[in-house]
């Protein structure tokens, strides 16, 4: 027996089907600065302790960030069957604990935020952002970001702090412009022109000058001031 046909002559749409769990032992963690939100499936959470906390369901948790804080929190993942972690890349509050959960063997996924705020009905409260998380990471809905080996890690820290110094290079050198003595004396060197060469001999100058300045500031004191112009109403 064919289907029904609607008067536009069109099939209509299949039900959609229900997702599927591809990691049913995934956590959720949101980072902040001073605390971090962690979420697990409902039915993998254990027991909550004496003094439960009245305002969190028993499969939700907040951490301190110290490391004795962060041990506990691996651990509470580790008493809850939890196998794979997503957390979102906020600053830099994530290394911390992004290093310790991959020491404790867990198998963690760095996300970046713009995936979980596109997808709509996100939450907006702490508590029910991790749970969200650790549901899309549940169905298999976030990407995990690239990260390099630790070696890797290592370098492209030293390149990248490398490549800060040499852009904040000229804003230096116009600092050292506008702290030597602008009284149209012609300067001992050309920092510009030097930097790219002779560091030590630049060094020496530079240390010079600021000699130089000092010893003209300790010239303008302000009994000087005081004097000439007591003069000057003595005068008057």
């Known amino acids: 027996m064919t289907p029904r046909r609607t008067k536009n002559l069109r099939m209509p749409p299949p039900p959609p089907e229900p997702l599927t769990q591809i ?3 995934a956590a959720g963690i949101d980072i902040h600065l001073d605390e971090h939100w962690v979420a697990v499936p409902p039915d993998s959470a254990i027991p909550p302790s004496a ?3 009245s305002n969190l369901p028993p499969h939700v948790r907040k951490f301190r960030t110290c490391t004795a804080d962060l041990e506990m929190l691996a651990d509470w993942l580790t008493a809850c069957g939890i196998t794979t972690v997503a957390m979102e890349s906020t600053g830099i509050y994530w290394i ?10 867990f198998q963690v996924n760095l996300i970046d935020p713009r995936q979980t705020k596109h997808v ?8 029910l952002d991790c749970q969200w998380i650790q549901r899309l ?11 390099p080996a630790d070696d890797v890690v290592v370098l492209r820290s030293y390149l990248r702090q490398r490549l800060m110094l040499i852009s904040y290079g000229s804003q230096h050198v116009a600092h050292m412009h506008k ?3 602008p009284d149209g004396h012609s300067l001992l060197f050309n920092p510009c022109r030097q930097f790219a060469g002779r560091r030590l001999e ?12 000092l010893l003209r500031f300790q010239n303008q004191t302000p009994s000087h ?12």
Not at 120 to 127: Q, V
Not at 137 to 147: M, V
Not at 202 to 213: I, N, P
Not at 225 to 236: F, I, L, P, V
Request: charged residues 25%; proline residues 13%.
């Open 137 to 147: 990471h549940s169905y298999g809905l976030l990407a995990p970001s690239f990260r």
């Open 96 to 105: 911390p604990l992004f290093e310790l959960l991959e020491r404790r063997g």
């Open 51 to 53: 003094d439960p906390p």
């Open 225 to 236: 001031h005081c004097t000439s112009k007591c003069g000057k109403n003595a005068s008057r």
């Open 179 to 181: 702290a030597l003595p």
């Open 23 to 25: 990691h049913p032992h």
């Open 202 to 213: 630049v060094r020496f100058r530079l240390y010079a000058h600021l000699w130089l300045f």
């Open 120 to 127: 709509p009905g996100r939450p907006k409260s702490d508590c």
